[in-house]
């Protein structure tokens, strides 16, 4: 343990794995809860369909598909001098429609649920109904006056943003110093009011949280402590078990599948782990990816202080061109639920990022943001025990939107 926290510490990369693992893990959510965020969803899928023309063909579900690719074995092997034949795989987030992140999970599910709350209790709508009312009088001109705001790095603001301006809100996102220029814009350009922050995540989320607070029209959508979003990622794991069924894929204690997944505060790959062991159990091994100087979660389940803790207390910046990622904190929801159920967490430096996405891109055509691609970092730590049968699946993130520009300027450093 000395060890770990000594390198942690001098912003050495490490590999964590979770000594509190059981089976089963002790979650304060069931299979139930998800099973009603997928109904949810379902209700609204007519209106999304129609609101947002490219889910028409998956009928208003939004969801990405899930790429063969091991063009990238080889050239990922060389890079990090280990080998092995397993079935590699990449989950689409980054093509998830309407905001081209895993955001587009949690956060536009939250917007929905939240609307969903307030169209029952004004009694505007109920769950039989046609939710293609949704953009039609009166519920249209009642939802101009309600107002969203959250805080974020710049993924979460877009879908809230995109989401909420489509239903009508009046929504504000306070967005930390990470965010790109093209985030703020396109928010911008889709009505929502954009507050910058020259502060970290934690600072943008808290502005928002207060300000929201102190206005009885506004909701927050509170990435640090929100249930909502934690269910939305979750039905994601339901989504996959169909799509790796289709590719053949077996899940079970001999075919172990192997996920890896970025972290940020924590609830998009909590919410997807959770999802993803109520269906296997413990033939998953879930895996947490995190910039060496922005481990929160990883502090905050190997020190056991949760969200006491953060990445200034050892000594690092929480500095990071994994956008998504740039977050010092953890939540302490997904904290506890992640405690008994996460296989581990590793570390990489920035520059990993950057090597990944060129490996993709040159071996199999597919751009992500650099965020996306932290997750290759950990198969050279599970390919010592995971043996020939286990199937690798690493979740891309985001990268859906990025203009082609700034895509030429990752691709070259
Ligand atoms: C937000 C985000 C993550 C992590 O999600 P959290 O819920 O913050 O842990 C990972 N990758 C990208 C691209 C993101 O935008």
Redesign the pocket.
């Known amino acids: 343990m000395k060890k770990l926290f000594t390198e942690i510490r001098e912003g050495e990369p490490v590999f964590w794995r979770n000594p509190y693992l059981s089976d089963p893990p002790a979650f304060s959510f069931s299979a139930s809860d998800v099973a009603a965020a997928e109904a949810r969803l379902r209700r609204f899928a007519p209106w999304i369909a129609q609101r947002f023309p490219e889910t028409a063909a998956a009928a208003g579900i939004i969801e990405s598909p899930l790429s063969d690719i091991s063009a990238m074995a080889e050239p990922l092997s060389r890079k990090d001098s280990v080998s092995f034949n397993n079935r590699l795989l990449l989950k689409r987030d980054d093509s998830l429609p309407i905001s081209g ?3 587009a999970r ?1 956060g536009i599910y939250a917007v929905l649920k939240h609307t969903e709350d307030l169209l029952f209790a004004a009694e505007l709508l109920d769950e039989k109904a046609d939710y293609r009312v949704i953009s039609t009088d009166p519920i249209k001109s009642f939802l101009r006056g309600k107002k969203l705001a959250v805080g974020s790095t ?3 603001g877009l879908s809230i943003g995109i989401m909420g301006a489509a239903l009508g809100f009046q929504t504000s996102v306070y967005i930390s110093r990470e965010a790109r220029a093209w985030k703020k814009q396109l928010l911008r350009e889709k009505g929502v009011r954009v507050v910058e922050s020259e502060q970290d995540y934690e600072a943008a989320v808290a502005a928002g949280r207060a300000a929201s607070n102190a206005d009885p029209d506004s909701f927050f959508i509170d ?1 640090e402590r929100s249930e909502d979003l934690y269910l939305g990622y979750a039905v994601a794991a339901g989504r996959l078990k169909k799509q790796l069924d289709e590719a053949g894929v077996t899940v079970d204690a001999a075919h172990p599948l192997y996920v890896f997944l ?9 919410g997807i782990t959770f999802g993803l062991k109520l269906i296997f159990g413990n033939a998953v091994h879930c895996f947490f990816a995190e910039p060496t100087q922005a481990p929160c979660m990883l502090l905050a389940l190997a020190t056991g202080k949760r969200s006491a803790v953060c990445a200034a207390d050892f000594g690092l910046s929480g500095i990071t061109a994994a956008d ?2 740039a ?1 010092t904190r953890a939540s302490e929801l997904v904290f506890r639920e992640m405690r008994t159920a996460l296989d581990g967490c590793f570390t990489l430096r920035d520059e990993e990022l950057f090597d990944y996405l060129r490996l993709l891109d040159k071996s199999c055509g597919i751009r992500i ?1 650099p ?2 691609c932290a997750g290759f970092a950990g198969i050279r730590s599970v390919i010592p025990e995971c043996g020939p049968d286990a199937t690798l699946l690493v979740w891309s ?2 990268g859906g939107m990025v203009p082609p520009e700034e895509m030429t300027g990752y691709l070259r450093q």
């Open positions: 992140s895993v955001k949690g710049g993924n979460l990435d970025p972290c940020g505060v924590g609830g998009g790959p909590g998504g990622l977050v943001e965020s996306a993130t985001g």
